[in-house]
């Protein structure tokens, strides 16, 4: 018994441990845009290094996608020696509905002005839905999104992990984001249908607000061929 649990310890304390290492990183290259480029590969150049991967998450599953970003460019640092800019990672923003990783994209204004913590049922350590968008810029406190994932008592541990693991984060220790177009449209009909209004006017205030280095493509699934043919691995969530 103790044998098989010696190495998953072992993970856990070297994956956390990395985590205050990690958030001290500077945040370099992000930008914020008012007509994030479209189509072609150019948001490829913001993915640097030898070891690249494309996370496919159409899911938000509480944030565990991003935790799994932060294991692969820690585990690579922390286990492997790679160095900064050695390891680059893609994450996807699309699909709609209560579990799209969708909202994942845009900033607080948003979240508040279109109820998303409602929409996402998604609620803070004392049960009010968020107003702001909790996977940016987490703090320890929102660590029982982790612990809620897993079906599991609050742990303590994932209070640095889910701060290590916020967009803004894992966008300072390489990591791209990219946005859906077509899951975008689509989604602002949903909105619309909701009563949250005109569905031009959705769509024209969700693409003003989308989070600085996030970049829209016309479809997910180009994006992930595009990767696939420049040699960046695939990891489905």
């Not at 935790?67 to 020696?81: C, R, V």
């Not at 703090?139 to 599991?152: C, G, Y």
């Not at 975008?184 to 031009?200: H, I, P, S, Y």
Request: proline share 5%; hydrophobic share 40%.
């Amino acid at each position: 018994m103790t044998t098989s649990k010696t190495p998953r310890r072992s993970f856990l304390g070297g994956l956390f441990a990395a985590t205050a290492a990690a958030v001290s990183l500077p945040l370099t290259g992000l930008r914020a845009e008012s007509a994030p480029h479209q189509g072609g590969t150019a948001w490829m150049n913001d993915v640097k290094g030898t070891h690249r991967c494309f996370f496919d998450f159409p899911q938000h599953k509480n944030g565990f996608p991003l935790l799994h970003i932060l294991n692969y460019i820690n585990t690579y640092s922390a286990a492997m020696g790679a160095k900064p800019g050695d390891v680059g990672a893609v994450g996807s923003f699309y699909s709609f509905g209560a579990g799209a990783s969708i909202g994942m994209s845009v900033d607080d204004e948003m979240w508040a002005n279109y109820g998303l913590g409602e929409y996402f049922g998604l609620k803070d350590a004392n049960g009010r839905a968020y107003t702001r968008n909790v996977f940016n810029s987490p703090t320890a406190d929102d660590r029982h999104l982790f612990s809620q994932a897993l079906n599991s008592p609050d742990l303590p541990m994932f209070g640095g992990a889910i701060v290590a693991a916020g967009i803004k984060s894992l966008q300072g220790m390489g990591a791209k984001f990219l946005l859906c177009n077509n899951a975008l449209n689509g989604w602002t009909f949903d909105l619309e249908a909701r009563g949250k209004g005109a569905q031009a006017d959705i769509l024209k205030d969700l693409t003003a607000h989308v989070l600085p280095g996030v970049t829209i493509v016309p479809a997910m699934v180009i994006a992930i061929e595009q990767a696939q043919t420049a040699g960046i691995a695939y990891n489905k969530q």
